[in-house]
C-alpha cells in the first residue's frame, strides 16, 4: 500500500543538528510504550495528508497548479511537544515582511486541510499507556529549549510512502520549486 503526502525536507544543516540533539539513548520506561525513534533520513515537515486512493498523476496537477509561484518561507526548528502517540519538534518561521505568512500559505496550497495546522517534524512515536506521560514529558523537558539553524526550503515535495515492507519508504514523486 502507498499513500501520498506534501512536505518539506528540513535543510542538511537543520538535520545535522537536530540528529545532535535528539537523544541517542531510550529512556526508562521506553520499552513499556513501544517508543522508535523516526531515523533523520525520514524527518520532515508534513503539509497534507492525501491517503492510499489518490491518483499520483491527479495530486501532481493539483499540487503544482497550486503551490507554483508561492514565496519559500524561513524556518527553524524549535521546541518540543507531543500529540497522542507522537514526540515532535516544532517549527518557527522566520521570514520578515511581507512574506511573513508565507508558511500558513504554503501550508493551504499543500493540502493541510481544515484542522488547525501545527508544524511540527515527528522524531519518535510510541504506544499510548499509562507510562506514556511521563516518559515522553521527559523527553519533551529535554527538547524543550532546542532551537536548531534557520534555512530557507528550495521546494515542496509530493512523496509517496511505501509500506508494503513494515517500515515506511519514502520517494519523491514530485517537487514543486519555490519562489526565493
Known amino acids: 500500500m502507498a499513500r501520498l503526502f506534501s512536505a518539506i525536507v528540513p535543510s542538511p544543516e537543520a ?4 540528529a545532535e540533539h535528539v537523544p541517542g539513548h531510550l529512556p526508562d520506561g521506553a520499552a513499556e ?13 508534513t503539509f497534507g495528508f492525501f491517503g492510499d486512493d489518490d491518483s499520483e498523476q491527479r495530486r501532481t496537477k493539483w499540487l503544482h497548479r497550486r503551490a507554483t509561484g508561492l514565496r519559500a518561507p524561513t524556518l527553524r526548528l524549535a521546541g518540543a511537544g507531543s500529540f497522542p502517540g507522537v514526540l515532535w519538534i516544532g517549527v518557527v518561521e522566520e521570514t520578515a515582511g511581507e512574506s511573513a505568512d508565507a508558511m500558513r500559505k504554503l501550508a493551504v496550497a499543500a ?17 499510548r499507556g499509562q507510562h506514556a506521560k511521563r516518559v515522553i514529558g521527559g523527553l ?31 520517494a519523491a514523486v514530485h517537487r514543486v520549486e519555490l519562489d526565493a
Open 140 to 170: 519533551v523537558d529535554q527538547l524543550a529549549d532546542y532551537r536548531g539553524p534557520a534555512w530557507t526550503p528550495s521546494d515542496l515535495v509530493l512523496f509517496r510512502s511505501d509500506l508494503s515492507s513494515g517500515s515506511p519508504v519514502y
Open 33 to 45: 510504550i513501544k517508543l522508535r525513534w523516526t531515523p533523520p533520513d525520514r524527518w520532515h515537515l
Open 111 to 127: 493540502g493541510a486541510g481544515r484542522r488547525p495546522y501545527r508544524p511540527h517534524l515527528t522524531v519518535a512515536r510510541y504506544q
Open 15 to 18: 538535520v545535522a543538528d537536530l
